[in-house]
Structure formats: structure tokens, C-alpha cells
């Protein structure tokens, strides 16, 4: 019994052994569990942090810039320096407990789950009829659309609604579900190309919480009005930096999942993506809007209300089909496909690299 946990240990410790088996099982809690909301959240811990942070340095005599950038680089080394010394001390203990602790962290950075349930509440809250739905009725779906969007959500109507819904949940495929994952294979990949093959799993939890640490401040900071358009800009251009490689994964895998999904107008979403990627004020997340607006064969973007000003933006997609209730179930099928097909790519060029 003895001999075997000891070479159960040890197998953990190999690349080529645990860190795809690592990444299936992180996904598997991630899908099985959602968030740990009776535990706080990883994500929560780092918001709490940086926002600490940002009131400590506005204070100081520095400029808007330096604080915000000062704000970043601290959180990083936080998350980090929480991080290294656990797994150190883990890795001493039992190679094992190493493992089970990197995969519940790369859980956690994942969040499929929580994509899914947000979009079904949008779903179910819209009446199914649109054409006797009075805006009274729309209360509901309104306020369950702007826990997962930044624009103002109070007037939207029933079409409205769904675009932001759908246009969530093509943007969030990114930032919560392929980008960690993605960073996991390179922070893995990075250990092996310096021969720290044993902490190869380790690394892969280390890099996908440190993007989400960089997501989130661009999340809580990355907006371009008074308050800031400087203070977040740092943020705000690493956040377009370590996205830009999962926003355009995202983008082909919604659109080869849509050759199964979405049978007619098969090559609509390739040529959506590729004449409206750059309808949109990110670099990044026009890219999987698109390929999700060809997709559903619906149009996304137009002018939107932020902090009650009203904002005028580019169309994504085509008019021809009016968004419907409907199209938000369809979106959750793409990006869960989707998203299976950037893990087992990512999985299969991980194991073909490390052959």
C-alpha cells in the first residue's frame, strides 16, 4: 500500500502524466461544482487586493499612470508570492498533495460553469413570446443580463437583451474559459523548457490565476472615462496583450463547432469574422463576437448606454435575422463545443510536444 502511493507520488510528479489529466480535472470540477461560493473565491481575494491597492496609491504624489501601473505590477508579485511558497511547501510534503492543490487551483480559474448559468437565467427570466411581452415583464432579464454586462441594462428591450447575452457569452468564452486553460499549457511549457518538469502542473495553476488576476483589474479598472482613463490604462493594455492569442482561438473553435451546430450557412460565421473582427473597441473581443454573430446569423454590437451616456459602436454581423430567445441557448451549446475543442487541441499539441 505504501509502495504504491509512493509511486502514485511520483507519477504526478512527470508532465506528460499529470498536466493534461490536471487540466481534464480542473475542468471537470469547474463543470460538476461552478463557483466555490461558500468559500472565497481566488478571484474575490485579488479584486479586494488591487482596489486596496489602487486607494493606497492614489494617495501618494505620484501620477494617475505610475498608480495604476504600480497597482498592477504589486498585484501580480502578490498573487505570486501568495502562491510559490504554498506549492514549495506542498511539493516537500507530498508530490500528491501538490497535484490536488494545483488542480483545484486551476478550477477555480475556470468558469464555464458559471458562463452557462448566467446565460440560462438570462433565457429563462425573457417571456417566450416576444410579441406579447410587455416591458414590464422584460424586469426580470434585465437585471439578470447586467451581472454579466458593463453597459446599462434598464431600458434594453427584449432584442437588446439577448444581444448582450449572446454577446457575453462569445467575449466571456475567452476571458473565463480558453485564455486561462491556454496560459496553463505555457506556464507548463515554460517549466520544461527550463527543466523544472516537476512543477510543471504547478506552473500551469501559477500562470492561469496570474491572468486572472490581470482580467480582473482590467475588469475593475479598464474603463475609459474620468476616473480611469489613466489609472487603468495599464491594465487595460495588458489585459489586450494576454488576449490576444485566446481571443482568436476562441474565434475558430466557435466557428468549427459551428459546421456542426449551426448546419445551414455553414461558412457565414468565417466570413462575419473575418469582415467585422474590428467592429468593436477591444483588438480582441470582436473576434469571437463575430464568429458568433455569423454563427447565429444575428447582429451584435450598435450604440449602447455606459454610465448613462449613450455610446455609439459599430454593427457586428448581418440585420437579416432579429436576436431571439432562442439564439442565447444556441450561443451556450457553441462556446461549451467550443471550448471542449480548445482543450483537446491544446491537449494533443501539449503531448505532442513533449514526446
Known amino acids: 500500500m505504501v509502495t504504491m502511493a ?67 505590477i504589486i498585484t501580480l508579485l502578490g498573487v505570486a508570492g501568495a502562491m510559490i511558497p504554498v506549492f514549495v511547501i506542498l511539493a516537500k510534503v507530498s508530490p500528491l498533495l501538490l497535484f490536488v492543490a494545483s488542480v483545484l487551483v486551476l478550477y477555480t480559474t475556470i468558469a464555464l ?26 424586469g426580470p432579464a434585465r437585471e439578470k443580463v447586467g451581472m454579466i454586462v458593463g453597459r446599462d441594462t434598464n431600458c434594453l428591450n427584449y432584442e437588446g437583451i439577448v444581444r448582450a447575452c449572446v454577446e457575453s457569452v462569445a467575449e466571456n468564452m475567452s476571458d473565463g474559459v480558453v485564455a486561462p486553460v491556454f496560459y496553463a499549457f505555457v506556464g507548463a511549457g515554460v517549466s520544461v523548457l527550463f527543466g523544472l518538469d ?8 501559477l500562470t492561469a490565476m496570474l491572468y486572472k488576476a ?30 490576444y492569442i485566446p481571443a482568436r482561438l476562441s474565434a475558430f473553435a466557435l466557428i468549427m463547432v459551428s459546421f456542426i451546430i449551426r448546419k445551414p450557412n455553414r461558412l457565414l460565421a468565417w466570413k462575419i469574422m473575418r469582415r467585422d473582427r474590428r467592429n468593436h473597441s477591444s483588438p480582441n473581443a470582436g473576434w469571437p463576437e463575430a464568429a458568433m454573430a455569423g454563427a447565429l446569423d444575428i447582429q451584435l454590437g450598435g450604440p449602447g448606454s455606459y454610465f448613462s451616456k449613450i455610446i455609439e459602436k459599430p454593427y457586428i454581423g448581418d440585420a437579416g435575422t ?34
Open 322 to 355: 432579429l436576436p431571439e430567445r432562442h439564439h442565447i441557448t444556441t450561443a451556450l451549446r457553441l462556446i461549451l463545443t467550443g471550448s471542449f475543442l480548445v482543450f483537446i487541441l491544446l491537449s494533443v499539441s501539449s503531448t505532442l510536444l513533449n514526446q
Open 6 to 72: 509512493h509511486h502514485l507520488s511520483a507519477g504526478f510528479s512527470v508532465t506528460t502524466q499529470a498536466l493534461i489529466p490536471a487540466v481534464w480535472l480542473a475542468l471537470t470540477l469547474d463543470l460538476l461544482l461552478g463557483d466555490p461560493r461558500k468559500l472565497p473565491h481566488p478571484v474575490m481575494l485579488i479584486a479586494r487586493l488591487a482596489t486596496t491597492l489602487e486607494s493606497f496609491f492614489k494617495t501618494r504624489n505620484i501620477s494617475l499612470s505610475m498608480a495604476g501601473l504600480l497597482t498592477v
Open 198 to 205: 516537476r512543477w510543471a502542473v504547478p506552473a500551469a495553476a
Open 214 to 243: 490581470i482580467n480582473t483589474m482590467d475588469s475593475l479598472f479598464g474603463y475609459k472615462n474620468a476616473r480611469y482613463v489613466q489609472f487603468g490604462r495599464a491594465a487595460a493594455l495588458l489585459d489586450d496583450l494576454v488576449n
Open 113 to 138: 460553469r458559471s458562463l452557462c448559468e448566467h446565460g440560462l437565467a438570462v433565457y429563462r427570466a425573457l417571456p417566450e413570446d416576444k410579441k406579447t411581452a410587455i416591458d414590464k415583464q422584460l
